[in-house]
T-cell receptor, first 115, second 114 residues
Framework: AQKVTQAQTEISVVEKEDVTLDCVYETRDTTYYLFWYKQPPSGELVFLIR??????QNEISGRYSWNFQKSTSSFNFTITASQVVDSAVYFC????????????FGTGTKLQVIP | GAGVSQTPSNKVTEKGKYVELRCDPI?????LYWYRQSLGQGPEFLIYFQGTGAADDSGLPNDRFFAVRPEGSVSTLKIQRTERGDSAVYLCASSWGTSPNEQFFGPGTRLTVL
């Protein structure tokens, strides 16, 4: 069975603050993929990043960075110098390999950036 | 280019009625997915199509739910004898080939069963 836990239900930060969204996953597979998606108020999920289980390098994309640690089964997401446009619900998701297509999403973290 | 579109955007129906929800994937995407998202929850996988065939329907909650994709493009999710518990946002996504390729999501159909 696979599971994704996003313990932070809601986070509020003041604009320009840094914020980290936590994601912890459970899987028995050795090969899997992790994702982050953003869901703005409009409702449409937007893909942010995909990481496979063999690539533990941290990644930075502009103000976004991701920290993948297999030892703690975590895939955390940091937004640096947050902006009001970052306000959204963020989902972490897990896909096991092996021909299965069932992506398991966490319950999401609602981020509110206050101007 | 055009993204994934879903119609209707909102559907209100009465308990016991039949509904159809439509998804138009991005042109050329062979994989199509349906998810259900309840309030305050993440999307929950329902069914996955590769071409015309349902390759994995393990997420369909019961036999009242059925989906088709007859020509390998547009898909319809069909719900019979709707129940109040079916109220949710139904999301469709498509991708080139199969996961782990990026899935492109539509705006969803909000279904309300009275």
């Amino acid at each position: 069975a696979q599971k994704v836990t996003q313990a932070q239900t809601e986070i509020s930060v003041v604009e320009k603050e840094d914020v980290t969204l936590d994601c912890v996953y459970e899987t028995r597979d050795t090969t899997y993929y992790l994702f982050w998606y953003k869901q703005p108020p409009s409702g449409e999920l937007v893909f942010l990043i995909r990481r496979n289980s063999f690539d533990e390098q941290n990644e930075i994309s502009g103000r976004y960075s991701w920290n993948f640690q297999k030892s703690t089964s975590s895939f955390n997401f940091t937004i640096t110098a947050s902006q009001v446009v970052d306000s959204a619900v963020y989902f972490c998701a897990l896909l096991n390999s092996g021909g299965y297509q069932k992506v398991t999403f966490g319950t999401g973290t609602k981020l509110q950036v206050i101007p | 280019g055009a993204g994934v579109s879903q119609t209707p955007s909102n559907k209100v129906t009465e308990k016991g009625k039949y509904v159809e929800l439509r998804c138009d994937p991005i042109s050329g995407h062979t994989a199509l997915y349906w998810y259900r998202q309840s309030l305050g929850q993440g999307p929950e996988f329902l069914i996955y199509f590769q071409g015309t065939g349902a390759a994995d329907d393990s997420g369909l909650p019961n036999d009242r739910f059925f989906a088709v994709r007859p020509e390998g493009s547009v898909s319809t999710l069909k719900i019979q004898r709707t129940e109040r518990g079916d109220s949710a946002v139904y999301l469709c996504a498509s991708s080139w080939g199969t996961s782990p390729n990026e899935q492109f999501f539509g705006p969803g159909t909000r279904l309300t069963v009275l």
